[in-house]
Nanobody, 122 residues
Framework: VQLQACGGGLVHAGGSLRLSCAASGRTFNNYGMAWFRQAPGKEREFVAATTRSGDSTYYADSVKGRFTISRDNAKNTVYLQMNSLKPEDTAVYLC????????????????WGKGTEVTVSS
């Protein structure tokens, strides 16, 4: 699976962004999809995930209530709607796909996109 994330940018605190991750190369709906992020000088952390069908979603406590993950299997795309952004959300956001691994565990991901940068100014 090839993954291409886009939609990052510079936004003021309190603003919103919508990230997209387009997949190609394999049957998209065979894969659970997740977003992770990595801030400068910090380890990669789980942000949100969705199951193959999109019926179930999971969030890190730090983004719960502000971020929404969704997927469109007809378009082979997963989205991350980010509202009420905070400076601490500044990071490179990466999308990832897993066939059988844990959705919250980056080590269980089979494929990674290159990421898109999000900067939130105070």
């Amino acid at each position: 699976v090839q993954l291409q994330a886009c939609g990052g940018g510079l936004v003021h605190a309190g603003g919103s962004l919508r990230l997209s991750c387009a997949a190609s190369g394999r049957t998209f709906n065979n894969y659970g999809m997740a977003w992770f992020r990595q801030a400068p000088g910090k380890e990669r952390e789980f942000v949100a995930a969705t199951t193959r069908s999109g019926d179930s979603t999971y969030y890190a406590d730090s983004v719960k209530g502000r971020f929404t993950i969704s997927r469109d299997n007809a378009k082979n795309t997963v989205y991350l709607q980010m509202n009420s952004l905070k400076p601490e959300d500044t990071a490179v956001y990466l999308c990832a796909a897993t066939r059988y691994g844990s959705l919250r565990n980056g080590d269980g991901m089979d494929y990674w996109g290159k990421g898109t940068e999000v900067t939130v100014s105070s």
